[in-house]
């Protein structure tokens, strides 16, 4: 578990996860969470709870683990991107961990987990020319060059229990931890290839160290036999990130022996807030068919506007909703009837308004999960979405992307917590 651990940070600081202008503000975009079972679905999942599944979208959903039960779930995503303004267009791949998590049961109704998975992600390259004909002819070619990386996992240890057979809390520590690279270089050549000119380039380096804690409360509003209907509610805290930035800014002559001299170097906290996270959702669970329907609050707008830049945060609301079927669970004889078939949808509002415009987010999911045994206990989740996100009007960027999920889900019940008799 340490390994893998250790291995699903470094994946999240040595690569891009993402790719998109609209990460250059703020921690950037905010990743799905959950497990690859829930993206197949649209994400929904609040009031999903199970003996062999870890369900990290509430940690009330702990307390449901069997006495003699270990789990363990990894989640990969593959994503492709494809942008257009009003005059570009472009492409991009990203690759990475999506979610490494263990469950454990210490007694009957009370479980423990720990995971960790991506919260953010800043991965954008923008290259601009200075498009005034006077300063072409004055001057010569000015570039600019923008480009960012990096982003901010979460480290989270939490537990459930159930209060009673239709009532159970869950409290889970987050730690969120990153780095955030933030580059950028402005650059001219002469028209006549003589003289020289004052270039400036920029390093913006933020390192992001905080604890936060989650809460979450899931009740069975009704059961019977194999069905139930379950509300899920989940609470995150919000606050003051108070990430350490560290920001140089240099400039210097082309064309000259004279070196770049340091016009800034400071280091400062970050004021950036991560909001207050309420959300809500109801899950009905039968032995064929389920169906879950979230909506989610964001109170992002705590962290004002930054009239510099033309961005301005807001509160988001989100909501998602998807279904599962399973033809026959229990059929021995046909293994495609004890496949989940999975279907949803959801639509995010962005943290942010650039520009004047509302940057919201629409897609359609569907997946399968493949069972390795007859009991569903080991399984492969596939999940594929298909997504949209801004606007070509006011110089924005619309953003298309195919995404790929597939989580594995291992051990189940075990001879782990059975005393043997004799040896």
């Known amino acids: 578990m340490l390994s893998c651990l250790s291995l699903a940070a470094f994946a999240q600081s040595s690569s891009i996860n993402t790719f998109s202008p609209y990460s250059f503000y703020g921690i950037g975009d905010i990743m ?26 509430n940690p009330a959903s702990f307390s449901a683990i069997g006495q003699r039960t270990a789990l363990f779930q990894v989640g990969l995503y593959g994503q492709n991107y494809y942008l257009k303004s009003q005059t570009t267009r472009s492409s991009y791949n990203t690759f990475n961990v999506s979610e490494i998590s263990l469950q454990l049961p210490l007694a009957k109704g009370l479980g423990v987990a720990l995971s960790v998975s991506p919260y953010s992600s800043v991965g954008y390259r923008i290259a601009q020319s200075e498009e005034g004909s006077d300063i072409w002819e004055d001057v010569g070619y000015v570039h600019y060059l923008y480009s960012g990386a990096g982003g901010v996992n979460t480290y989270r240890a939490g537990i459930g229990y159930a209060l009673t057979e239709w009532l159970s809390l869950g409290v889970e520590m987050v730690y969120y931890q990153g780095n955030i690279t933030r580059n950028f270089q402005q650059t001219i050549v002469p028209v006549t290839g003589s003289g020289y000119y004052l270039g400036m380039s920029s390093d913006n380096q933020e390192h992001v160290s905080r604890v936060f804690a989650d809460f979450g409360l899931q009740a069975r509003l009704w059961n019977e036999g194999n069905r139930a ?3 899920g509610v989940s609470y995150s805290m919000g606050g003051r990130l108070n ?28 004021g950036f807030r991560l909001p207050h996270i309420l959300r809500g959702g109801l899950y009905y ?23 510099k830049l033309g961005v301005r945060y807001r509160d988001t609301h989100s909501i998602a909703a998807g279904i599962q079927f399973i033809p026959k669970p229990g059929d021995v004889r046909r293994i495609m009837n004890r496949w989940s078939y999975r279907l949803g949808a959801r639509y995010d509002q962005y943290y942010m308004v650039i520009g004047g415009r509302n940057i919201d987010e629409a897609a359609v999911t569907f997946g399968v999960g493949i069972p390795l045994g007859t009991r569903a206990v080991n399984n492969v989740n596939v999940g594929l979405e298909f997504g949209t996100r801004g606007t070509v009007a006011g110089g924005l960027v619309r953003e298309n992307y195919f995404k790929v999920s597939v989580g594995i889900s291992l051990f189940g019940d075990d001879y782990w917590f059975v005393k043997y008799r004799y040896d």
């Open 32 to 57: 799905a969470q959950g497990p690859s079972s829930s993206h197949a679905m649209g994400g929904v999942g609040l009031g999903f709870r199970s003996p062999i599944s870890i369900n990290t979208l």
């Open 229 to 231: 209907l379950n509300l």
């Open 243 to 270: 990430s350490r930035v560290s920001e140089v800014v240099m400039h210097g002559p082309y064309f000259s022996a004279v070196g770049y001299d340091e016009v800034v170097n400071r280091q400062y906290r970050s």
């Open 285 to 307: 669970q039968g032995e064929k068919f389920s169906a879950g329907l979230d909506y989610g609050y964001g109170g992002w707008s705590v962290n004002g506007a930054d009239d």
